[in-house]
């Protein structure tokens, strides 16, 4: 296993090399990493939701489901969430799934067929693109956010393919941005394509859908895909789409039938925590506006980038500023093509906290 040894030295000598931190603290605002508190500038706990923990939903349902749902895992509160998350999204029915990265990469290589067509933009999360591979379908990755781009590749090749898929994120994980749902709505409907929208980083930031700020409604030719364990604090995933949807994962998808099925009392804090998601994001929206104001940074979401020239300059600015008490890590290759300190801002941080973090990274 010596060939171990190299590649672990070779991403340390072009300053790739990761490590994990260990907290001692629950997620928050605040954090605990080495014994030093830091004020946490990383998270995807958007709404700080992650620390809530009733009582009652562990002495009612317990710490684990026992099976997948196809067995003797499926509990009433799965359904009762399901139910509550199609509203939110506006969808016939929904399905929960153990994490994003099943739900993404089980409903892509399961829908998408050998003689199908995929069209995926660039800068889509790595499960999409991990779904996208898995499939027996053709694959062609469009320009980031390049409507032109996509319809002419939609005008050329459609015609030559049994079922189009259109996928993306809607909120771009490490860039912020959003995706032109209008246009890919238009394209959809055109080419009769499936739109499949992952809105992992959009739920409970930009809205309840990231298809509210156009207001859009989904058909049964959209498809969206979510976590839990973002603003919505707990843990696990979520497909909303048609009833015939739901139906067809259920007895197909494989990433859903061959896992224990998420943890009942999981999905009982979820719906707790939905009940406080409005006046949150109403609070993050707020801190989102302000902290764009200050830094001038073009964000349209909770994520702001902040882009250096090489990753050894990510890492010694994420380094100064783990120094002064804040926790923003660097993120470099090949999770991006372009090294950066990934900045998210809560609905918990107060403006003097967000003005302290940008005199400190200024003054670098």
Request: glycine share 6%; net charge positive.
């Amino acid at each position: 296993m010596e060939w171990l040894k190299e590649e672990i030295k070779e991403l340390k000598d072009k300053g790739l090399y990761r490590e994990l931190r260990t907290l001692s603290t629950p997620q928050g605002k605040k954090i605990v990493i080495n014994g030093k508190e830091l004020i946490n500038f990383s998270s995807n706990d958007y709404l700080g939701l992650a620390q809530n923990c009733s009582k009652e939903c562990f002495e009612k349902w317990g710490t684990g489901s026992g099976a997948s749902r196809l067995v003797c895992g499926n509990f009433e509160i799965h359904e009762e969430l399901e139910e509550k998350l199609a509203e939110i999204k506006k969808t016939e029915s929904s399905l929960l799934f153990s994490s994003g990265y099943m739900a993404n990469v089980g409903v892509i290589s399961i829908l998408a067929k050998e003689g199908d067509l995929i069209l995926s933009d660039e800068l889509n999360h790595a499960s999409l693109i991990d779904g996208c591979r898995l499939s027996k379908a053709k694959k062609i990755v469009y320009p980031h956010c390049n409507v032109e781009t996509l319809e002419l590749i939609l005008s050329k090749v459609r015609k030559k393919y049994r079922r189009c898929f259109i996928v993306t994120d809607t909120v771009f994980s490490m860039d912020g941005d959003i995706a032109p749902l209008k246009e890919l709505f238009k394209l959809k409907n055109e080419y009769d394509a499936v739109l499949i929208l992952d809105d992992a980083h959009g739920t409970g930031v930009v809205g309840w859908s990231t298809l509210d700020l156009f207001d859009l409604e989904p058909d049964e030719k959209t498809i969206i895909i979510g976590t839990l364990g973002k603003a919505l604090g707990t843990f696990g995933a979520f497909v909303c789409g048609s009833k015939l949807l739901r139906e067809y994962l259920i007895n197909k998808c494989r990433t859903f039938i061959f896992t224990t099925a998420l943890p009942p009392a999981i999905a009982c804090q979820t719906l707790k925590n939905l009940k406080k998601v409005p006046e949150r994001m109403r609070k993050l929206q707020k801190n989102i506006q302000f902290f764009k104001n200050l830094t001038e940074i073009n964000s349209q979401s909770a994520i702001f980038p902040l882009l250096v020239k090489t990753p050894e300059e990510a890492v010694k600015l994420s380094q100064k500023l783990y120094q002064k008490g804040f926790f923003v890590p660097a993120i470099r290759p090949p999770t991006v093509k372009q090294s950066r300190l990934r900045i998210t801002i809560t609905s918990e941080h107060t403006e003097e906290e967000m003005e302290l973090l940008w005199n400190n990274i200024k003054s670098h």
